[in-house]
């Protein structure tokens, strides 16, 4: 789908001015470059939002999780 899209879009701008020809270039240049910046700072504006997500936390995690964990010392076999 792209293809065609590609493709019916070079057919109206072949028969175009040079000078109107890059017009359409330095348009599309800007506004890709308003896409990648705004890309780029929501994942700045997540970073910021997820920085310390885990501070309330103490220090003691690893060993909350590991005294929480069901240990088994029977033996499984598999006949």
Not at 17 to 23: A, G
Not at 49 to 57: K, P, Q, R, T, V
């Amino acid at each position: 789908m792209e293809n065609i899209a590609v493709t019916r879009l070079m057919r109206l701008i072949n028969p175009l001015s040079v000078e109107i020809k890059l017009e359409i270039l330095s348009k599309l240049s800007e506004n890709l470059k308003i896409d990648f910046h705004s890309k780029r700072s929501n994942k700045e504006k997540l970073l910021d939002e997820l920085f310390g997500a885990w501070s309330h936390l103490n220090g003691n995690l690893s060993n909350e999780i590991l005294s929480n964990r069901n240990n088994s010392n029977r033996e499984i076999t598999f006949e």
